[in-house]
């Protein structure tokens, strides 16, 4: 069974960048044809899907966050990581890592 770790600040101030890695064991971020994506969880609100990045390493965004959101991968460390920009106190929420798994998920809250 794959399990995934998110790792990274659980603070955060507004109009910085927030950063998460997903650290992935028992299986490859390079195994076709699997994805590796980022999902939040905004309080009071339901899942959202942020973006993933492919075995091949190409990416892909949620619309809505695309100008603000960056995912890529460390296949030496087996790891993939997310950058969301300009955060503000809207970006709080519980991030997961996910495949077919899905990590224990990370609060992340953005401070004013």
């Known amino acids: 069974q794959v399990q995934l770790q998110e790792s990274g600040p659980g603070l955060v101030k507004t109009s910085q960048t927030l950063s998460l890695t997903c650290t992935v064991s028992?299986?490859?971020?390079?195994?076709?044809?699997?994805?590796w994506n980022w999902i939040r969880q905004p309080p009071g609100k339901g899942l959202e899907w942020m973006g993933a990045i492919g075995y091949n390493g190409k990416t892909f965004y949620t619309p809505s966050l695309k100008s603000r959101t960056s995912i890529s991968r460390d296949t030496s460390k087996n790891q993939f990581t997310l950058q969301l920009t300009s955060v503000t106190p809207e970006d709080t929420a519980v991030y997961y890592c996910?495949?077919?798994?899905w990590g224990q998920g990370t609060q992340v809250t953005v401070s004013t």
């Open positions: 028992g299986g490859s971020i390079t195994t076709p044809y699997d994805s």
């Open positions: 996910a495949s077919l798994d």
